[in-house]
């Protein structure tokens, strides 16, 4: 027996990949006829069919062709009734009509903001896998941000980034909105969740969406723990950078409240950026949000203009440093020299101590580096 959610099947012939997928029918396991799986589509324009013996482009909705030509975003059954039997086909519909520019048919709209579906779409038979592709393909389109306008909209942010079970965010009035998401960025890392269940260390509640909600791999989620924390260590170094200051207090919890100066900069952003590595220009952009109020939805075009300004500065900045791919340098001292340097029996703290240590006397010092950085 075959789903009828199950995705197409990827095959090669003759170095020509090809996708193949059953043909769908009103009930699992049957088979079905063109014109069946035609209606059994999300879209009306995603259901024309290519025939390759009469090379002819085939329209079994008879509405398919007309709705791609019109720009329409269209479900070929009653909306309701297809999300109800599909509640992803929503975000599939998103996509689709953010991505190529499409006006979403108003009787769509009002399906997915119904109750009833986004009640569906929250109940746990909803493959969460199927709901992070989706979600994947949205953000890595050419219109994430109105595809993700649309979800907001519609009702599904909360699940498709869904927190712990039994946890109790509370609801909040739109108004709020904005004041919340600005203190969620900025402070986001920093909320921890505790399995009752295990009984297990806590973690970030980050962590949790990126792995249980988005089904990202671990070594995603933390690349995602990494930005938030590298943007908190950009806030007050991006302001110091820009205003040219010869010494600034830096009371971000990144920096443990250190006094720099000038001469440092170099050091404390070469640091971060060994952290980071590839990923600090994400990291420069969050830290934007964390440095201006870019969050509130009534956001000018001056505000977005100086952000990028300050956004050019920095990176140029860096870049102009010889700080951009400071990661890939090879360290002067080794892991092996530096246990034995400061006579250490077991690799930990003091080993990671002493490698931060030599990568910031040579970035202070480019290639003067020698043991008094260590003992000094």
Known sequence: MVNRHLSSVPKEFDAIKKNITNLRSFEDGDFATPEDDAYRRELTINSLFYNIQYDSVEDFTGRGIPDLMSGRTVTPLPPKKSFLDDPVSVLRATRFGARLGFELDQDLKMAASDDEVRAAMAAGNVNRERIAREIHLTVSGNQPTKAMAYICEFGYFETVFSLPEKSEPGKISTDMTDFVLLIWISHGKFLYYTNRKSNTNSFPVIKYICRNSLKLKLSDADTVMKLYTAAQGFVSLVHFIASKDERQFIDVDYWKGE????????????????????????????????TSSLVHSDVTSVELDLSKELYKVVEDWIVRKGLDGIWEVKPVVNGAQIMSILDLKTEGYSLGNGNRRCLSGSLLIPLELNRNVLIG
């Open 259 to 290: 006094m720099i100066d000038a001469s440092r900069i170099r050091t404390l952003v070469g640091l971060l950026l060994g952290q980071i590595k590839d990923n600090w220009r994400p990291a420069l952009v969050l830290s934007m949000l964390l």
